[in-house]
């Protein structure tokens, strides 16, 4: 098996009433104003042809041992203020 290192930066507008939340594990989420939490990861999307739609799997055996896989995973928030 050999690794893959896949990067993974945003840059998106939110509302001004949405905070930061650290999670037990030292990570942060993100709370919004509706009493929920958003964490923002990988998503495996899959298609039979690359110029063709894209779309999640239906078989949760095959996104479990993709996710399986996953050694490690990093996300950073930061709110930027001008």
Partial sequence: ??????????????????ELAATSEGGHVLKLPNGQFLD???????ASDPEETWASTEDDDVLNDLLDMVDSEEVAYEFVTH
């Avoid at 990067?7 to 009433?17: F, W």
């Avoid at 923002?40 to 899959?46: D, S, V």
């Fill in 1 to 18: 098996m050999k690794k893959l290192n896949v990067t993974i930066k945003l840059e998106m507008s939110v509302p001004d009433d949405w």
């Fill in 40 to 46: 923002i990861a990988i998503e495996p999307l899959f």
